[in-house]
């Protein structure tokens, strides 16, 4: 008996460089042939090209960047009659909006990953009006995909959903056959990397605190910080690295296409975020066997295991880090213990494998209950 494989079409309010996008362009490269995938989403580079060639542009729409807009969901209303969409699977805020309000003019199945709760930087008005809408949403919502525990106990916390309709699938990554070894620690400079979209949530600015530190420590010459990546917020911290004489120590890279070559080159991977879904960058630092300094905030905080495969700093604290930096590249059995450690933790629980498995089981399980 041939299987019927369900349309899914997939929302996204990002198509540029970061983690989300990544996600959805590993999940639909690895199911395309037991799904029939549509995806709605802006014309950022580089993704919307990546989707493009994945799926045919027959089966995209252009929705904009971060933005509502009546139109685009009037669009998406008559995309889904068209193309005889059975489940809607929406990636972050702005996508969920869409399609939580398809579902009050269509009878299709609604999964939403959310990538992150992030309520922090709201005033109390906007967190309140945010949560309001929220359980609502959740209303018209048939399942809640989170990408950590931690985001799981954030989810519970503020009360968007039933806890039937939660399920947990954490982010994964490639595992690639080569890992770093004993150059990398032996680098001078050592090479500490960074990847970041330079926005509020990824702090990048608190990359200016640490290495006044290691310069205060007089050990600033031994360490450079490369930070890949773009954000509305580069032009504000590529002029805190002037102002405070780091240009030659920060050095911001862009974006990059290879990052494996990056992670392979370097000493130590360090975020600097004030929150985190299931962070990217993270994982795919561990699956190349780095060790990672983290804040310790939520999503970092689930994944880093302190002194095991990484260390965890209060965000408070940016001194901290540095005497953590300086410490590893003192201690080289430290080091790869880390190493080590960091490696065989993504090989055992951040394989895109198992996130694959574990999607494709959730699409199957709510198409077969329409």
């Not at 799926?55 to 139109?71: Q, T, V």
């Not at 640490?210 to 600033?220: F, G, P, S, V």
């Not at 930070?227 to 990059?256: F, S």
């Amino acid at each position: 008996m041939i299987q019927v494989k369900p349309n899914i079409l997939v929302i996204t309010s990002r198509s540029d460089y970061g983690g989300g996008p990544e996600h959805i362009f590993k999940l639909v490269s690895n199911l395309k042939e037991q799904v029939g995938f549509y995806i709605a989403a802006p014309t950022d580079y580089p993704y919307y090209d990546k989707y493009s060639k994945l799926i045919g542009k027959e089966n995209m729409l252009i929705i904009p960047h971060r933005k509502f807009r009546l139109f685009s969901l009037y669009k998406l209303i008559r995309f889904v009659k068209k193309k005889k969409i059975d489940i809607i699977h929406s990636h972050g805020k702005g996508a969920g909006i869409y399609s939580r309000l398809i579902r009050y003019f269509i009878n299709v199945k609604v999964i939403h990953t959310f990538h992150g709760i992030h309520v922090d930087n709201y005033n109390s008005f906007q967190k309140s009006l945010y949560l309001l809408l929220e359980r609502l949403f959740a209303l018209r919502t048939d399942k809640f995909i989170n990408v950590s525990q931690g985001e799981n106990v954030l989810t519970k916390k503020y009360h968007i959903a039933s806890s039937d309709k939660l399920i947990v699938i954490e982010n994964g990554v490639e595992i690639p056959d080569i890992k770093v070894d004993d150059k990398n620690y032996e680098q001078n400079p050592k090479i500490i990397v960074s990847f970041s979209r330079f926005d509020h949530s990824k702090n990048s600015e608190l990359l200016v605190p640490i290495a006044l530190r290691l310069k205060e420590l007089n050990q600033i010459d031994n360490f450079k910080i490369l930070v890949y990546g773009e954000g509305p917020d580069q032009n504000k911290v590529k002029e805190l690295i002037a102002i405070n004489g780091l240009p030659e120590y920060i050095i911001l890279k862009g974006t990059t296409t290879e990052p494996d070559k990056v992670l392979l080159s370097s000493f130590c991977y360090i975020s600097t975020s004030r929150w985190e879904g299931m962070p990217l960058g993270v994982l795919e630092a561990y699956a190349h066997g780095l060790p990672v300094i983290a804040t310790n905030v939520t999503g970092n905080f689930n994944i880093v295991e302190n002194n095991t495969d990484g260390f965890l700093f209060d965000i408070s604290r940016p001194y901290d880090a540095a005497e953590l930096i300086i410490d590893l590249s003192k201690n080289k059995t430290l080091w790869k213990r880390l190493s080590s450690n960091s490696r065989l933790k993504a090989e055992r629980n951040y394989s895109i494998n198992r996130v694959v498995a574990e999607t494709r089981e959730l699409y199957y399980k709510i198409y077969n209950l329409r």
